[in-house]
């Protein structure tokens, strides 16, 4: 085997072992950030999931609130107060057990200032209310149950734009390596039409040509490492910290890929949290409905109070008063009718939200299953043109030395093989990133991470 030919087949080794790697992740070397890491981190300090989290504790304070309905209501209270009223004058002295009528000086008509000190020890309780607390309370818990879901969907959408960061960052580091091998190949190849030319073989043009080629290939370097910045910069915006360091992400090892691993199944639709989270919110429209109904019920309290009374802050006389008062307010003018209805409507339209959602969660499985597929079927279409295009630029190269090749053929076929290695690499990414997007679309990606 010539030495043509030997660089060929490790042109065609590579090449394989790239399309071969693994749908399922990247083995990244030692002490290197990897996926996982990123997500982890992402999970903790991402903005988002921070809020959602936020919103989770705030609905469990919401179900206390409703719990505390259950509890009775327990008071103090102390009022000082002095007047020349006579109904209120008359009551003070006879809460502080201090009227008498036989006073000769006693003139209801016209009392004396009299004050008042009361301290109160008072008590309520409700005793039914048509079971408008029970349904307090289930609508808190539906609600944050509710937020929980849409939590762990925030999460799965995060943890497939993390992937897609990651991938974004490697499939830019990649091509960087395209536009490398291109500026060696194309100074490679003024080196030997300098060489023609000095021989006088060749026309100067050849060597412009190149030298312009050169040129643009060294620009579009210039382009492909901007890019890894920009994916940098992207990937540490969605993680929530600057953790991928700005040099980069060291290659990862191959695993291998023996096909295509998915399949279309509508009932992961039924498990996705945006889902449940629909779901969750329906249940919860519906326990309003059921409470605007109940408000037309009765309600009954018990209420109880120890009250001590003195005028000169020495001397207290004590009282009690306990009771149960019923209530039932069974005409308003229609507008518990009117709650009623808006609640019902409320509760119908979550309902068809809920039936959207469901839709749209099926629809985007089925894209997601699409750009999968399709994404793989690149993948291999693009192998098979890298192996034509490195084939095509040897034996052009070859051509080109013996003067058997015009120049603008050599540039095609550089040009072609630059372009198919950059398809393939895009090809590549763009399968793994698919897959991420599938697992999202199914509900899985977060699964892992909350099992």
Same mark, same amino acid.
């Given at each position: 085997?010539?030495?043509?030919?030997?660089?060929?087949?490790?042109?065609?080794?590579?090449?394989?072992?790239?399309?071969?790697?693994?749908?399922?992740?990247?083995?990244?070397?030692? $002490?290197?950030? !990897? *996926?996982? &890491?990123?997500?982890?981190?992402?999970?903790?300090?991402?903005?988002?999931? #921070?809020?959602? +989290?936020?919103?989770?504790?705030?609905?469990?304070?919401?179900?206390?609130?409703?719990?505390?309905?259950?509890?009775?209501?327990?008071?103090?209270?102390?009022?000082?107060?002095?007047?020349?009223?006579?109904?209120?004058?008359?009551?003070?002295?006879?809460?502080?057990?201090?009227?008498?009528?036989?006073?000769?000086?006693?003139?209801?008509?016209?009392?004396?200032?009299?004050?008042?000190?009361?301290?109160?020890?008072?008590?309520?309780?409700?005793?039914?209310?048509? $079971?408008?607390? !029970? *349904?307090? &309370?289930?609508?808190?818990?539906?609600?944050?149950?509710?937020?929980?879901? #849409?939590?762990? +969907?925030?999460?799965?959408?995060?943890?497939?734009?993390?992937?897609?960061?990651?991938?974004?960052?490697?499939?830019?580091?990649?091509?960087?390596?395209?536009?490398?091998?291109?500026?060696?190949?194309?100074?490679?190849?003024?080196?030997?039409?300098?060489?023609?030319?000095?021989?006088?073989?060749?026309?100067?043009?050849?060597?412009?040509?190149?030298?312009?080629?050169?040129?643009?290939?060294?620009?579009?370097?210039?382009?492909?490492?901007?890019?890894?910045?920009?994916?940098?910069?992207? *990937?540490? &915006?969605?993680?929530?910290?600057?953790?991928?360091?700005?040099?980069?992400?060291?290659?990862?090892?191959?695993?291998?890929?023996?096909?295509?691993?998915?399949?279309?199944?509508?009932?992961?639709?039924?498990?996705?949290?945006?889902?449940?989270?629909?779901?969750?919110?329906?249940?919860?429209?519906?326990?309003?409905?059921?409470?605007?109904?109940?408000?037309?019920?009765?309600?009954?309290?018990?209420?109880?109070?120890?009250?001590?009374?003195?005028?000169?802050?020495?001397?207290?006389?004590?009282?009690?008063?306990?009771?149960?008062?019923?209530?039932?307010?069974?005409?308003?003018?229609?507008?518990?009718?009117?709650?009623?209805?808006?609640?019902?409507?409320?509760?119908?339209?979550?309902?068809?939200?809920?039936?959207?959602?469901?839709?749209?969660?099926?629809?985007?499985?089925?894209?997601?299953?699409?750009?999968?597929?399709?994404?793989?079927?690149?993948?291999?279409?693009?192998?098979?043109?890298?192996?034509?295009?490195?084939?095509?630029?040897?034996?052009?190269?070859?051509?080109?030395?013996?003067?058997?090749?015009?120049?603008?053929?050599?540039?095609?076929?550089?040009?072609?093989?630059?372009?198919?290695?950059?398809?393939?690499?895009?090809?590549?990414?763009?399968?793994?990133?698919?897959?991420?997007?599938?697992?999202?679309?199914?509900?899985?990606?977060?699964?892992?991470?909350?099992?």
């Amino acid at each position: 085997m010539n030495q043509e030919a030997a660089k060929f087949s490790v042109h065609r080794a590579a090449c394989y072992l790239l399309c071969l790697i693994a749908w399922v992740g990247v083995v990244a070397p030692a $002490g290197a950030v !990897t *996926l996982e &890491t990123c997500i982890r981190t992402a999970l903790e300090t991402n903005p988002d999931i #921070q809020a959602g +989290a936020a919103r989770i504790e705030a609905a469990r304070a919401m179900i206390s609130k409703a719990q505390s309905a259950y509890y009775p209501r327990l008071y103090l209270s102390g009022a000082y107060s002095i007047t020349n009223n006579p109904p209120q004058a008359f009551m003070m002295d006879l809460n502080q057990r201090n009227l008498d009528m036989r006073d000769p000086d006693f003139d209801p008509n016209d009392p004396d200032a009299t004050d008042n000190l009361r301290l109160t020890v008072g008590a309520q309780y409700r005793l039914y209310n048509g $079971g408008v607390n !029970t *349904l307090n &309370t289930r609508m808190a818990k539906e609600e944050k149950f509710a937020k929980e879901f #849409q939590l762990a +969907a925030v999460q799965n959408e995060l943890i497939h734009q993390v992937t897609r960061g990651y991938y974004s960052v490697l499939q830019a580091q990649a091509f960087v390596g395209v536009q490398q091998e291109s500026v060696q190949s194309l100074e490679e190849s003024l080196r030997v039409a300098t060489a023609r030319f000095n021989a006088g073989s060749v026309v100067k043009t050849d060597v412009l040509n190149l030298e312009v080629k050169l040129a643009q290939a060294k620009e579009d370097r210039i382009l492909a490492r901007n890019g890894v910045q920009l994916a940098i910069a992207s *990937l540490n &915006t969605v993680i929530g910290k600057d953790l991928i360091p700005l040099d980069g992400i060291p290659a990862p090892s191959p695993q291998f890929l023996r096909g295509n691993p998915i399949h279309l199944d509508y009932q992961a639709v039924e498990d996705r949290p945006e889902m449940k989270a629909a779901e969750k919110m329906s249940s919860m429209y519906e326990q309003a409905y059921e409470k605007a109904s109940r408000q037309t019920y009765p309600t009954v309290n018990a209420f109880g109070s120890y009250d001590m009374d003195s005028g000169d802050a020495e001397t207290y006389e004590d009282s009690y008063m306990m009771g149960v008062l019923a209530k039932w307010e069974f005409f308003d003018g229609h507008q518990r009718a009117s709650q009623i209805a808006s609640a019902k409507a409320a509760w119908q339209a979550a309902r068809k939200d809920e039936k959207k959602v469901y839709n749209q969660l099926r629809l985007d499985l089925y894209q997601a299953f699409l750009k999968a597929n399709e994404a793989w079927q690149r993948l291999q279409v693009t192998q098979k043109s890298v192996d034509s295009a490195i084939e095509a630029l040897r034996i052009t190269g070859e051509q080109y030395k013996e003067g058997a090749a015009e120049i603008t053929v050599l540039l095609t076929a550089q040009v072609g093989l630059t372009a198919q290695k950059t398809r393939q690499i895009a090809a590549h990414y763009d399968y793994l990133i698919a897959l991420s997007n599938f697992e999202r679309a199914r509900g899985d990606a977060v699964k892992k991470f909350n099992p």
